[in-house]
């Protein structure tokens, strides 16, 4: 799945599946970097509002991009 589910249209649970699969933590935070990406936060947690359906994948990204 290379793009996000649409939050009207998809459950939450295809929405965790699609962050899981996005961004898979493999437990080495050296050599990974998401953890730093997304503020000391894993995916699911940096993207719960999308998960939930509350923002777009979108919204939720654009929180984690450098300025």
Do not use: H, W
Not at 4 to 18: G, H, L, Q, V, Y
Not at 38 to 61: H, L, P, T, W
């Amino acid at each position: 799945m290379l793009i996000a589910p649409d939050i009207t249209d998809s459950t939450a649970e295809e929405r965790r599946a699609f962050i899981k699969a996005k961004y898979p933590c493999i437990a080495d935070c050296d050599m990974c970097g998401l953890c730093k990406v997304f503020r000391c936060k894993n995916a699911e947690q940096a993207y719960d509002d999308y998960i939930i359906g509350k923002r777009s994948f979108m919204d939720v990204s654009a929180d984690y991009r450098r300025a």
